[in-house]
């Protein structure tokens, strides 16, 4: 698994996945809001499915002087 997702993005992903979680807590509490561990689990591991089938990469690319 290449990873596909920025530091930016993986940041954003974990912040609003817990968000959601939190709904599951307090609030409507619903199991529907157990959903957002999948954008928490894709922030951590740094690789979305769907980004790779539709090869989408928003990762930097560094530059290799070698």
Do not use: Q
């Not at 619903?30 to 951590?44: E, R």
Request: charged share 15%; proline share 8%; with cysteine.
């Amino acid at each position: 698994m290449k990873r596909n997702i920025g530091n930016i993005e993986r940041v954003i992903r974990v912040l609003a996945g817990l968000g959601i979680c939190s709904l599951a807590l307090v609030g409507p509490m619903t199991p529907w809001a157990w959903l957002g561990l999948i954008p928490v689990a894709t922030g951590l591991v740094g690789w979305c499915p769907p980004y790779a089938l539709l090869g989408i990469n928003t990762c930097k690319m560094r530059n290799k002087t070698e």
